[in-house]
Structure formats: C-alpha cells, structure tokens
C-alpha cells in the first residue's frame, strides 16, 4: 500500500508541477501552487523514506506514513475538483499502511506519535496555505483587486493599483 501511495503522489506532483509551469497566467497568489507541489513532494519523500529497511526507519515508520496520510487526506479533500481524488486515494493508502505497521494497541506510544505526525502534516499545510495565500503579486500596471478567506486568520481584501499593494483584514 504504501508503495502504492509513493508511486501516486510521485505521478499527481508531477503533473501538477508541469500543469502550473505551463500556465501563462500568474494569479496574485503566485506562491501558493508552488507550496502545494512541494507539500506533496514531501509528502512523497517521507513515504519513500518509509519503505527504507533499516531498524532506524522500520522504528518510525508508522509515523512516516501517517504524516503524508494526514496531509494526503485533507488536501484531497479541500482539492476535490482537481487534483483532489488521487490524493484522497494516496492518503487512504498511506493511513492504511501506516494501520498495518502499528504495533500493538492503537493507544502505544507508536500510535501516538503517528496521530501527532498526522496532525502536524495537516498544520503544516493549513499554515502553508495562510502564508502563500497572502503573498500577493501585483501587477507593475494596471489594476485589480480580491481577496479570499483564510482557514485560521478569517477573511482578507487586496488592491493593487499601479505595482502598490493595499492590504485589508477583515
């Protein structure tokens, strides 16, 4: 299974990396596919990493599959009309694999840890998408304005007006 996942979340960065380079329009938040590609590659490297065969890695591996798990799920979900799907089906496998290498009972140490891994991965990526969603690229000419809502920090508004950026919260 998690060989499984690796070799999906290799495939959906990659075509999300070549999906966003092709693209001649730049939104104003520029920064934000960026971080998506790299949260998955991460995601795809920690799996790697997992399938590793040494007793150092073999002691963490529940952990190093529950992290992309986490990740996996929830941005598959919060990317459903694109690239969402074989995400979601990465992170089942990955939470799969990850259940069948916990050792003993779900509240062991080593479960415990996972859980925390998977929570991390989640606000790593929750706190990714508050920073690069705010990083606004303003035209040099011209004008255009937006906004968007943040999952943690609430709504926002933005104005650009000849290269100058005007920020508002709330």
């Known amino acids: 299974m998690a060989w499984a996942a690796f070799a999906i979340v290799l495939l959906a960065d990659a075509l999300y990396a070549g999906l966003i380079q092709g693209q001649a329009y730049r939104a104003p938040d520029a920064y934000t596919a960026p971080f998506v590609a790299g949260y998955l590659f991460l995601l795809a490297v920690l799996l790697g990493v997992s ?6 890695i073999v002691a963490m591996r529940t952990a190093l599959r529950a992290a992309p798990a986490g990740g996996l799920l929830v941005l598959g979900i919060l990317a459903a009309f694109s690239i969402g799907l074989p995400l979601a ?4 496998l990955a939470a799969g ?6 050792k003993g ?6 479960g415990l840890v996972a859980a925390a891994a998977a929570v ?3 606000a ?3 706190a990714g998408f508050e920073v690069t969603e705010r990083m606004i690229v303003c035209p040099a000419t011209g004008n255009m304005s937006g906004g968007g809502n943040g999952f943690v920090t609430g709504p926002y508004h ?11 919260s709330g």
């Open 89 to 92: 089906v990465a992170g089942m």
């Open 158 to 168: 933005y104005e650009c007006v000849e290269g100058r950026l005007s920020f508002h």
């Open 97 to 102: 694999a990850s259940v069948r290498t916990l």
């Open 105 to 110: 009972r779900l509240w062991a140490p080593s």
């Open 124 to 126: 790593v990526l929750v």
């Open 51 to 56: 399938l590793v065969r040494t007793p150092q």
């Open 120 to 122: 991390l991965a989640v």
